[in-house]
């Protein structure tokens, strides 16, 4: 009887946390300014939460999935978008509104950006052409795309998302924050996964600069030297830093550097590792090397970078 009893109780506690887990929640929502809005949302529990937000029409979504998993329901459940981490997803349907309903997992956040077409044209009125669903063929059509969040659209992201400043600036700093997350979601040439490059149209050529990448971040902490590099792929050294700077939008090194700090920034917030620890990670022999090249990219040093997402 008395272990019944305590089987009633854990029950009842299961029935309440899956009753709180249903429930509808909201956004935390900023109105940057006339049909600019951010929102962001962090499920820190332990079950899956159901968040909704009416939106018509007449706005563009730009979800960005900063870690964990989501997944956008349509048409009362019967279609699903499911958005993992470190990627992001662009909804525009001139036709019907598509209004958020989303089930976001445990240890999940969400950046997201609306913004009325209106608005979006003033913005871009003169990269219309540049801009798929801008363009006159497209605009009354709807448009969808999914993505890769870059490192520097990360970092972006997560000063969205851990906004601590004085309340009082709160929408002027989102507002610059938005502005900078859209010009580098539209900065194409940021982006590591476009590799068509009319300077190499050698298929081979192309193959072998995408393995001198992936050589350098697997060796990231001893890489080799550009001529090593070179020899390694079977390419001139003209050519490898030519292809590489046109495929990958920065010079071999320039890159290697921008992806150490952005795995630096990702170990630092896990939280396992001291400053040291992940500095040598990551390629540094000395602390005081990681902190000045973390000050370099970021503008802070690891220390006061962790403070400021505590």
């Known amino acids: 009887m008395l272990f019944r009893i305590g089987l009633n109780k854990i029950e009842k506690q299961e029935m309440s946390i899956n009753i709180k887990n249903n429930a509808i929640r909201t956004f935390d929502e900023a109105l940057v300014e006339d049909g600019f809005f951010v929102l962001t949302y962090k499920n820190e529990g ?15 979504q730009f979800h960005f999935c900063l870690k964990g998993a989501l997944a956008f329901k349509f048409n009362k459940g019967n279609y699903t978008l499911n958005i993992n981490e470190e990627n992001s997803l662009l909804l525009y349907n001139p036709q019907q509104d598509l209004p958020i309903h989303l089930e976001v997992n445990p240890n999940s956040w969400l950046v997201t950006l609306l913004i009325s077409i209106k608005e979006f044209h003033a913005l871009f009125s003169q990269e219309a052409g ?5 363009s006159d063929d497209n605009k009354d059509k709807k448009y969808y795309k999914d993505g890769k969040i870059s490192p520097s659209m990360a970092i972006v992201l997560t000063q969205i998302a851990h906004y601590n400043l004085n309340a009082s600036i709160k929408n002027l700093y989102l507002k610059g924050k938005a502005y900078e997350l859209l010009s580098l979601y539209f900065n194409r040439s940021e982006d590591a996964n476009t590799e068509h490059c009319p300077f190499l149209v050698d298929e ?5 600069i995408r393995k001198a990448k992936d050589i350098i971040i697997a060796r990231m902490a001893e890489p080799p030297s550009l001529q090593e590099l070179a020899d390694e792929i079977g390419l001139s050294l003209k050519k490898l830093k030519e292809g590489f700077k046109q495929i990958y939008g920065d010079s071999v090194f320039s890159f290697l550097f921008d992806y150490k700090m952005e795995e630096a920034r990702k170990l630092l917030e896990t939280g396992g590792l001291n400053v040291n620890e992940v500095g040598l990670k990551v390629g540094y022999s000395t602390s005081s090397h990681f902190i000045a090249a973390f000050k370099k990219k970021y503008g802070t040093t690891p220390k006061k970078y962790l403070q400021s997402i505590n």
Do not use: C, M, Q
């Open 46 to 60: 332990v079950g899956v939460e159901i968040v909704e937000r009416a939106i018509d029409s007449s706005f563009i």
């Open 130 to 134: 540049y801009i798929s669903f801008l």
């Open 204 to 208: 081979t050529n192309v193959i072998k």
